[in-house]
């Protein structure tokens, strides 16, 4: 099964690891991850994504072909399940870790602590699975080479932003190889390093930005949620509607059907509480259940099933926004294996736990079966905690590099956490062959993503699929 990590050691000392790691070079030679060749019965793209698209909500399904359209790096965004495929086809070393599945450089990004304190981190769970950790490398590097296309950057400058990200990756997995356990599990990106960080690698222009942005980040709160997406009505709070990205339960269905998906809504809360930490469980029950409705979220996640829910406690100004979303199989699963879990909303809750440094504390997963009859999962979480996202469209070369030196570092902080680090490390080694593989392989797969897009252009000009910009 593939939540089997090769990250159980009892017994193998760090010199056998390490010649685990090294030996495998002979099957994968590091210079051979810059190959990338389309299967000779590669599936169509557009194939791909409509089989995604299958079981999600019809009327949404347009605004996902929309937002893939606007460019290839949004395209990328969407297509994890396209490159999933692709990557089965690459070189493995053999050692596995807990993958994001899809760890393009907008989903690592600022974020809150239980503690209150601002971290850096992966943010998006939903195709986590155990894999090769090779696969979320390259799906680093190459969102970097295509981000760095749309920034009109050089050959030059956008190998230099990918190799650094890569050899950022290798040098701290080769530092956490020679850590102990714990110093791995507590290791962390705090606002403080992120500082210290954008001092030493970035003008005062991009300086001033990072500073912006996290005081944007400590912002982007449950208070600054609640005033945007709420309004008074009646007397009685609600959430507003926005359509199509956002349709409350009551503009969304009629009647009997309107009562009983709130009635299910309101069970998934309290039956998803015992998958959170008793203390936790207690301060949830403190709220009680509002109004809710459905939201678009993301690009590839847009058809899904997300609802966000609204709580209220000590009053009507102490509130707590909810986020839940259908978790679907991985799109990993097809090459990597089955998840252990049986429910797909703890299998991401699982992975999330593993890869994150910490989490948030309403994280958690339940079961629901459908109006339609059908059984779904779904993973919960709150709204917004301090989240703070990357803006590449306004990166020059020396800023998306040192940001994608902080991606590729926290990357291998997450892997180190499931996966054997010490013989990840011996198969990278201190030299760069690693690196300068995945610069070819980015520039090679970024041609390909441009021609995947190209593939979604011409489906909807020829009608094939309907777009809707929304």
């Given at each position: 099964m593939a939540d089997q990590i090769d990250g159980n050691h009892d017994g193998n000392l760090p010199e056998e690891r390490a010649a685990r790691g090294r030996a495998a070079r002979a099957d994968a030679p590091r210079s051979a991850h810059a190959e990338y060749r389309p299967a000779a019965k590669r599936p169509d793209p557009v194939d791909t994504i409509e089989a995604q698209s299958a079981a999600r909500v019809p009327e949404l399904v347009p605004i996902r072909y929309g937002r893939m359209l606007e460019s290839p790096f949004r395209f990328?965004?969407?297509?994890?399940?396209?490159?999933?495929?692709?990557?089965?086809?690459?070189?493995?070393?053999?050692?596995?870790?807990?993958?994001?599945?899809?760890?393009?450089?907008?989903?690592?990004?600022?974020?809150?602590?239980?503690?209150?304190?601002?971290?850096?981190?992966?943010?998006?769970?939903?195709?986590?699975?155990?894999?090769?950790?090779?696969?979320?490398?390259?799906?680093?590097?190459?969102?970097?080479?295509?981000?760095?296309?749309?920034?009109?950057?050089?050959?030059?400058?956008?190998?230099?932003?990918?190799?650094?990200?890569?050899?950022?990756?290798?040098?701290?997995?080769?530092?956490?190889?020679?850590?102990?356990?714990?110093?791995?599990?507590?290791?962390?990106?705090?606002?403080d390093a992120m500082q210290e960080l954008a001092d030493q690698k970035l003008g005062s222009r991009a300086r001033k930005r990072t500073r912006r942005a996290m005081s944007k980040a400590r912002s982007r709160d449950s208070l600054q949620a609640f005033e945007k997406l709420t309004e008074v009505v009646d007397g009685r709070r609600r959430i507003a509607p926005d359509p199509p990205l956002i349709v409350p339960a009551q503009d969304l269905l009629a009647g009997g059907e309107r009562d009983a998906l709130e009635e299910q809504l309101r069970e998934l809360i309290k039956r998803y509480a015992h998958s959170v930490q008793s203390d936790r469980?207690?301060?949830?029950?403190?709220?009680?259940?509002?109004?809710?409705?459905?939201?678009?979220?993301?690009?590839?996640?847009?058809?899904?099933?997300?609802?966000?829910?609204?709580?209220?406690?000590?009053?009507?100004?102490?509130?707590l926004l909810l986020q839940a979303k259908e978790a679907d199989r991985s799109v990993l699963a097809p090459f990597a294996g089955a998840s252990v879990h049986d429910n797909q909303g703890h299998r991401v809750v699982a992975g999330q736990r593993l890869m994150?440094?910490?989490?948030?504390?309403?994280?958690?997963?339940?079961?629901?079966?459908?109006?339609?009859?059908?059984?779904?999962?779904?993973?919960?979480?709150?709204?917004?905690?301090?989240?703070?996202?990357?803006?590449?469209?306004?990166?020059?070369?020396?800023?998306?590099?040192?940001?994608?030196?902080?991606?590729?570092?926290?990357?291998?902080?997450a892997h180190a956490r499931s996966g054997d680090r010490i013989a990840i490390a011996a198969y990278l080694g201190g030299g760069d062959a690693f690196d300068r593989a995945l610069t070819v392989f980015a520039e090679s797969y970024a041609d390909q993503n441009e021609r995947d897009h190209q593939a979604l252009v011409d489906a909807v000009h020829t009608g094939r699929v309907r777009a809707q910009s929304a």
């Open positions: 990328y965004r969407g297509a994890a399940a396209i490159m999933a495929g692709d990557l089965a086809d690459t070189p493995r070393s053999g050692i596995t870790a807990q993958l994001c599945g899809d760890a393009h450089l907008l989903n690592f990004r600022l974020l809150a602590s239980p503690e209150r304190h601002l971290v850096f981190d992966i943010n998006d769970f939903d195709e986590t699975l155990p894999g090769p950790w090779e696969w979320d490398v390259k799906r680093l590097a190459a969102s970097l080479a295509i981000a760095g296309r749309e920034n009109g950057f050089t050959d030059a400058e956008r190998a230099s932003v990918v190799r650094a990200a890569v050899r950022s990756y290798r040098e701290r997995m080769r530092d956490f190889a020679g850590q102990g356990n714990l110093a791995v599990w507590y290791t962390q990106v705090d606002m469980r207690h301060l949830l029950r403190q709220y009680r259940f509002v109004d809710m409705a459905r939201k678009v979220v993301g690009v590839g996640s847009v058809g899904t099933r997300c609802w966000i829910i609204l709580l209220l406690g000590r009053d009507d100004e102490d509130p994150q440094a910490t989490s948030d504390i309403f994280l958690g997963w339940e079961r629901v079966i459908g109006i339609d009859g059908r059984r779904r999962d779904f993973y919960v979480r709150q709204l917004r905690d301090w989240k703070g996202i990357a803006e590449p469209q306004f990166m020059v070369p020396r800023t998306m590099r040192a940001f994608g030196e902080i991606c590729g570092a926290t990357l291998a902080r």
